[in-house]
C-alpha cells in the first residue's frame, strides 16, 4: 500500500520561531471573549455559569466532534438537527411504550439509550449511502434527509409536543443533572468523546484517510486507500455521536418537537470551522472544535448576561462567524 501525506503537516526546520495563527488563532480568540465577559459581568467566571454553559454547549460539541470527521473527508451534514429531534423522539416513543410491561425501571431508560443510538446509527448509514454508493452530493442528501427528519418527528408528535412519561423522567433526570465532584455528566461525556476523536483523527490510520481523501479523493484512491467505505464511516460516526448527544438532552427537557435541534447543525459548522478545520477536506483538529464549541457557547452567555444586544440574534452572530472563518481560509489559501 502506497503512503499518503496528511496536508499541512508543519515542517520541522531550524528556523526561527514564527507564530502559527492558524494554530493559535482560535485560543487567541477565545482568551479575548474570556476578557470582555469578565468586564461585562462580574459573574461571569462564577462556577456555576461556567458549568451551566459547557453542560448547554456539550450537546452541540459531541455532535461537532463526528462534523470535524466528516469536513475533514471533503463531505458534510446538514441533517444532525433534525436527526437529533427524531432520535429524541423515537427513544421518547419508545420508553413510554415500555412502561406498561417493564413498569418505571432502569432497564425502561437502557432500552430508549440503545434505540436512540440505534436510530442515530441507521440515520448515519443512510446518509453515507446515498453519498457513498448512491453518488449523490452530501449537500443535496442530507438537505433532502433534513426536511425528511424534521417531517418525521412532526408526524409522529401529531403536530404537538412528545413528551417522555413524568415518573421515568424523574429517574431518567440525574443524566443531565448530577456528575461526578461536581462536574455534570454532559460535560464529562463531551470531554471523553474529544480526547478520544483527537486521538483518533491523530493517531490511527482512519483519521490520516480522512485528512487524505478530503485532500485529494482521486489520489487517495490510487493509494489504495477505500474511499467509499471511510467516508461512509465517517457519516455512522456522526449519526452515533448524534445518538450520544440526545442521550444527555433528553433527560434535560423530557420532550422533542418540531422545534428540538433547530440550527444545531449551524452551530456544528460553525464550531468546525471556527476550531481551523478547512471546510473543504484535507485538514481537521478535534481539540480546535472544542474551542469553537466554547467560543459559540460564550458568545451565547455573553448575550443573556447584557441587555444591550438581543440573544435572539445568536443564529446571526453565528452566520457571520461562519463566513467571516471561510473568508479566513481562502485569503490562507490564496496567500
Known amino acids: 500500500m502506497m503512503s499518503v501525506s496528511v496536508p499541512d503537516l508543519p515542517a ?25 465577559g469578565i468586564s461585562l459581568n462580574e ?8 458549568t451551566n454553559v459547557l453542560a448547554r454547549s456539550s450537546f452541540i460539541g459531541i455532535i461537532a466532534i463526528g462534523a470535524t470527521f466528516v469536513i475533514t473527508s471533503g463531505g458534510l451534514d446538514l441533517s444532525v438537527g433534525s436527526m437529533a429531534a427524531v432520535v429524541a423522539g423515537i427513544m421518547i416513543i419508545v420508553m ?25 446509527g441507521v440515520a448515519g448509514i443512510g446518509n453515507g449511502m446515498m453519498i457513498t454508493r448512491g453518488r449523490i452530493e452530501a449537500f443535496i442528501v442530507t438537505l433532502g434527509t433534513m426536511g ?10 401529531d403536530g404537538g409536543t412528545l413528551s417522555l412519561n413524568f415518573q421515568i423522567a424523574d429517574l431518567y433526570r440525574p443524566v443531565y443533572y448530577n456528575g461526578l465532584l461536581g462536574v455534570p455528566w454532559p460535560i ?11 486521538i483518533v483523527m491523530r493517531r490511527t490510520a482512519f483519521g490520516r484517510y480522512c485528512a487524505a481523501i478530503g485532500s485529494n479523493e482521486q489520489v487517495a484512491r490510487y493509494s489504495s486507500i477505500s474511499v467509499d467505505n471511510v ?13 450520544v448527544a440526545v442521550l444527555l438532552y433528553v433527560p434535560r427537557l423530557g420532550s422533542a418537537s418540531s422545534t428540538t435541534g433547530v440550527l444545531w447543525e449551524l452551530e456544528a459548522i460553525a464550531a468546525v ?19 469553537g464549541v466554547i467560543i459559540l457557547g460564550l458568545i451565547g452567555n455573553i448575550l443573556n448576561l447584557q441587555s444591550f444586544i438581543s440573544p435572539y440574534l445568536n443564529g446571526a ?19
Not at 410491561?101 to 436510530?119: D, K, N, P, R, W
Not at 463531551?190 to 483527537?198: C, K, Q, S, T, Y
Open 273 to 291: 470551522i471556527i476550531g481551523g478545520t478547512t471546510l473543504k477536506g484535507g485538514y481537521g483538529r478535534v481539540w480546535g472544535t472544542v474551542v
Open 188 to 198: 464529562i461525556v463531551f470531554a471523553l468523546v474529544a480526547v478520544a476523536g483527537e
Open 317 to 335: 452572530f453565528q452566520g457571520v462567524i461562519i463566513i467571516l472563518a471561510v473568508l479566513l481560509q481562502r485569503g490562507r489559501r490564496s496567500a
Open 231 to 243: 467516508r461512509l464511516i465517517t457519516y455512522i460516526l456522526q449519526g452515533v455521536l448524534v445518538g
Open 12 to 36: 520541522k526546520t531550524g528556523r526561527s520561531f514564527r507564530p502559527d495563527l492558524k494554530t493559535i488563532g482560535p485560543l487567541v480568540a477565545l482568551a479575548l471573549l474570556v476578557l470582555l
Open 148 to 157: 425528511i427528519f424534521r417531517s418525521l418527528v412532526t408526524f409522529l408528535a
Open 96 to 120: 413510554n411504550a415500555l412502561i406498561p410491561s417493564m413498569g418505571i425501571s432502569l432497564g425502561v431508560i437502557l432500552i430508549g439509550m440503545a434505540a436512540g443510538l440505534a436510530v442515530g
Open 43 to 50: 459573574n461571569f467566571l462564577s462556577y456555576n455559569n461556567i
